[in-house]
């Protein structure tokens, strides 16, 4: 390519608007009402100061930060003694009613901050008298052991200002083993994971198998079922430890993980404080965890079946409906045990069906449009049509009855703050948004489920200081009752037998590593009452979950270490299970009146400073996110090297980036980047280029949609320069379930350079000594793009996904430059692309071969482009063999998730630039011609590549690395080619 020094003869077109709009613009920007990333809606926002936290709450969640005040400090000096923490400080704690789910974070990054989205708890927080307040006890507490450093660690986080600079977190302590720790703190006094029979099940059915984890498959990111057995291993250890060697020696050894000890981590550092080697402390702690005594019950529906996971067992006319969470779908089995997907869900909680049989009501957790906040909805399904109905409720576990003769009705439980009630909506073919009937039922609780006892009677299941609730309410009288069952219980479900009517459920007994039973209480008569419970004493292989009796056969899932099975047995088998009758405990409806969030408000009060606000005791200011704007964490030697429409790059270089959020409530992230010099990597040796780098990136989600601007400018000591500046806007929509994903983005980029590359004639031209940005060469480019995705896991291991993926992006790009062509629309260019993309769990049907999965999935991607010479990219993809290996690998603390053998075909089409006109998509001919007469380059390829991740601190969970290498043969040329693969997603 030629170079010119000379400045090229080239007409400079102004592009840019006129003032008055850009200024009009702005204004409306600016007046708009205010959102933030944890609110759906605007909000005014207030603060709460104490001594360690400063309280961040809206307009309505005024006694939810009262409450917290006047117990964060307690616990936040409880802590600070357990983990021996030498230095205080301050955290922010950001509060959202937004969120149906209770949700309580805690995140060093950019800076100390617990978010707190607030809702009622649900069964799983059944171990906890508060679920709200044990929840921001988990957070303190894992701030504060997290903080703990030695002297010289103390001194460099004040001195860079970075919180998230914690040896413990960030090296020492895999992410799970840190979670078990803060469990066993949390709950040192009772309660939790040690309280948690369900949970601890798990390990004492691993241990019986033969597949109990070792300590590194326990400290690695396992992601396959069951999940939660490394998180809960790791708790039960840490509880072990602390009574085995007490807590003083447990306080030296969290002393010891507050500095880097150098190739010591957790096994270096355990053993120096404990004096034992931590696989021989793991190994007693294993032995320690007792085999309960089981019976053989009932046989499998599906013989040799170990790639589903059974849930949500429930009856529909002698048919038995499930979902499988691990194909994420909604299945029937008829009276002849076959098998139908009914319809693809995901996050599902709870199914039931209508009286008559013909629908469905789907109960489901989904995220609400651009947001981090999460909606309940349920929604019907039309069995008949197999479409869901468009109207929906937002309320949880939703559930029909017959609420009068001949009317059918759903209930459910409507989740507004820390407050449910009981709402019942009208069904005629269609569910009305408008209730007929609410109950408000006690403070503090944790949901479980919903049963329908009889005409106008439901039975509400709930848990309130960690005793399981059932509650009797009448939709038409409004009478009620309250009774106590003396056990663990959840998967409560009506169920037809041949004795009359019973409510099955899944209990134990409490005693830690027991397995789960069969319990039942029957149905007296037609208006509803309940007898006694009846409480199976015999503990089934494998545990009965999801009890369900159709037909005089009752069906329940059983788990093993690695998969769950469906079983089926005689309705009269039962009796061998040696069921007792235990009675219910009726309790007065003055013991649950007790609320721990008093009703406060806001009150003002003349003092010395004039008017002045309080709530309760607490002065009330007013939010300033300025006081935030300097707080960040910052990256050295990997500053910000590009951006485009689609991402934003960092490289190596001679400098670094510095991340902030300017508030806590999220409403605006931003990136500082400045670099002397990017490390070239073409060279073998580590060269600098002779460039200057700053940069900047803002977000920010003040509006309904999220704004981002960036803004890059490259420059060298002879004067020449290049500046981009780029405005964006994006906007997701969640069409129903999480995974039906619709995004938009709208973006617009400005470049300014003193060099110009004229592709046509393959000359390029330079200005020197600092032009003004009026004379350099300015481009400006449009971007639109939609995109819809319905990408989901089908099967037990991420090999197996399936759904498909398309959009669709229009492109135009002005350039003045060109403006003394004779083409007409010369200056402008205007393109598309499209891409389509699937996803298939299987092509062959080869199932149930334990670890290794032969069902050969299936990826297919093709994109049509039209610009940068390059005009088409597709491959397809087949998994020959893969190998779910989920296991830790001694000595150097990496988790090995899985191996994989890929077979695939990539082709990508091109076009020469120079002899080629610009494709314009107004120039529909010459732009399918020119896609037409690309030039083909294509290959087949094999890949042998591995999943893994570090078990080092916190990287456990945030860094997963693929690696291996890639065998191409290009067909065309003959010649092949051995290339290694590397990607990894922080």
Not at 717 to 723: A, C, E, R, T, V
Not at 980 to 986: R, S, T
């Amino acid at each position: 390519m030629q170079k010119k020094r000379s400045k090229m003869h080239l007409r400079k077109n102004s592009f840019f608007i006129h003032s008055p709009r850009v200024l009009l613009l702005f204004f409306l920007i600016c007046t708009a009402p205010l959102y933030a990333a944890i609110y759906s809606r605007p909000r005014r926002v207030f603060v709460i100061q104490t001594e360690y936290f400063e309280y961040i709450f809206p307009r309505g969640a005024e006694q939810t930060a009262c409450y917290l005040a006047k117990n964060g400090d307690a616990l936040f000096e409880k802590a600070a003694e357990q983990f021996s923490l030498q230095k205080t400080f301050r955290i922010p704690v950001a509060i959202s009613l937004d969120s149906d789910v209770l949700s309580v974070s805690y995140t060093a990054t950019p800076y100390n901050r617990i978010t707190i989205f607030q809702a009622p708890g649900e069964a799983q927080n059944c171990t906890t008298d508060n679920a709200l307040l044990s929840a921001f006890a988990k957070s303190i507490t894992e701030a504060v052991a997290s903080s703990v450093r030695s002297p010289f660690w103390q001194f460099a986080s004040d001195l860079l200002g970075m919180d998230a600079l914690q040896p413990a977190a960030l090296l020492n302590i895999p992410a799970a083993f840190m979670d078990g720790i803060i469990n066993a703190a949390v709950y040192s006094d009772g309660g939790g994971i040690m309280k948690d029979s369900f949970s601890l099940e798990l390990l004492s059915r691993a241990k019986k198998e033969g597949c109990f984890p070792t300590w590194n498959d326990a400290s690695g990111a396992k992601d396959t079922y069951p999940v939660q057995i490394s998180q809960t291993a790791c708790s039960a250890f840490a509880a072990y430890i602390q009574q085995r060697w007490g807590m003083e020696l447990f306080a030296e050894f969290w002393k010891q993980c507050g500095s880097v000890q150098f190739f010591k981590l957790t096994p270096g550092i355990f053993k120096k404080v404990y004096k034992i080697p931590l696989k021989e402390a793991w190994k007693d702690f294993e032995n320690s965890i007792p085999i309960p005594q089981t019976v053989s019950f009932g046989t499998k529906i599906f013989k040799g079946s170990t790639e589903n996971l059974y849930s949500l067992l429930t009856e529909n006319h002698g048919m038995l409906i499930y979902f499988d969470y691990s194909k994420n779908a909604v299945f029937s089995v008829d009276k002849k045990q076959k098998r139908k997907r009914i319809l693809i869900a995901e996050n599902i909680t709870s199914l039931s069906s209508s009286p008559d049989g013909n629908y469905l009501a789907v109960s489901y957790k989904a995220e609400k449009t651009n947001r981090k906040l999460t909606s309940c909805t349920t929604q019907v399904f039309d069995l008949q049509k197999k479409l869901f109905q468009p109207e929906f409720t937002n309320v949880r576990n939703g559930t029909f009855f017959e609420e009068r003769e001949g009317k059918t009705a759903i209930a459910g439980f409507y989740a507004k703050d820390s407050q449910v009630q009981l709402k019942v909506f009208p069904f005629y073919e269609t569910v009305e948004k408008t209730d007929m009937f609410t109950f408000a039922l006690p403070e503090n609780i944790q949901t479980e489920g919903i049963v329908p006892l009889g005409t106008g009677k439901l039975l509400c299941i709930y848990y309130y200081k960690k005793d399981c609730i059932l509650q009797t309410v009448n939709t038409i009288t409004r009478e009620t009752a309250f009774y106590k069952l003396p056990v663990q219980a959840k998967n409560f479900t009506r169920c037809e037998t041949p004795d009359g009517s019973d409510v099955f459920f899944t209990y134990t007994d409490g005693t830690p590593y027991s397995v789960s039973k069969a319990g039942y209480i029957p149905i007296l008569e037609k208006g509803g009452a309940l007898g006694d419970a009846y409480l199976a004493q015999d503990s089934v292989d494998g545990g009965m979950n999801g009890t369900c009796v159709a037909d005089g056969t009752v069906y329940f899932s059983s788990s093993t270490a690695k998969y769950q099975v469906l079983k089926q047995a005689n309705f009269k088998d039962l009796e061998k299970l040696s069921f007792i009758a235990v009675q219910k405990i009726e309790i007065e409806q003055t013991e649950m009146q007790t609320a721990d969030i008093i009703p406060v408000k806001i009150e003002k009060i003349n003092g010395e400073h004039g008017t002045e606000k309080y709530l309760s005791e607490f002065k009330i200011t007013k939010y300033k996110p300025i006081h935030y704007i300097f707080k960040g964490t910052l990256f050295p030697f990997f500053p910000i090297s590009s951006f485009d429409f689609t991402k934003t790059s960092l490289a190596p270089g001679l400098g670094a980036t510095y991340y902030t959020s300017t508030d806590p409530l999220e409403t605006m992230t931003a990136a500082l980047s400045f670099c002397a010099g990017f490390i070239d990597l073409s060279q073998k040796t580590f060269t600098l280029d002779d460039n200057f780098t700053l940069a900047s990136t803002i977000n920010t989600t003040i509006l309904p949609f999220d704004l981002s601007l960036s803004g890059i400018w490259s420059f060298d000591s002879q004067g020449h320069y290049d500046l981009q500046a780029m405005l964006g806007v994006s906007w997701n929509h969640f069409l129903g379930m999480s995974f039906h994903h619709l995004s938009f983005g709208l973006k617009m980029l400005w470049k300014c350079t003193t060099t110009y590359i004229d592709y046509e004639t393959n000359t390029s031209t330079e200005l020197d000594d600092w032009p003004n940005i009026a004379d350099a060469y300015n481009t400006l480019s449009s971007y639109f793009n939609i995109t819809y995705s319905n990408y989901h896991q089908s099967g037990m291991t991420s090999f197996e996904q399936y759904g498909i993926e398309t959009g669709a992006t229009l492109i135009n790009i002005y350039d003045p430059q060109k403006s003394n062509k004779e083409e007409e629309n010369s200056t402008n260019q205007f393109t598309a692309s499209l891409s389509f993309g699937l996803k298939l769990p299987f092509t062959l049907p080869v199932f149930n071969t334990g670890n290794w999965v032969l069902c050969m999935p299936l990826a297919f991607y093709t994109s049509l482009y039209g610009r940068n010479g390059k005009s088409s990219e597709s491959y397809a993809e087949a998994l020959v063999a893969g190998y779910e290996i989920q296991k830790g690998i001694p000595g150097i603390n990496l988790y090995l998730q899985r191996f994989g053998i890929k077979f695939g075909y990539d082709i990508q089409l091109y076009y020469n630039e120079l002899e080629n006109s610009n494709t314009d998509l107004r120039d529909f001919k010459n732009f399918m011609n020119v896609l037409v007469n690309s030039e083909t380059d294509d290959y087949f390829y094999i890949n042998l590549e591995a999943a893994l991740s570090p078990s080092i601190g916190k990287f456990a969970d945030s860094v997963k690395i693929t690696a291996g290498v890639q065998f191409q043969m290009n067909i065309r040329k003959s010649k092949g080619k051995i290339a290694a693969l590397l990607n990894m997603n922080l």
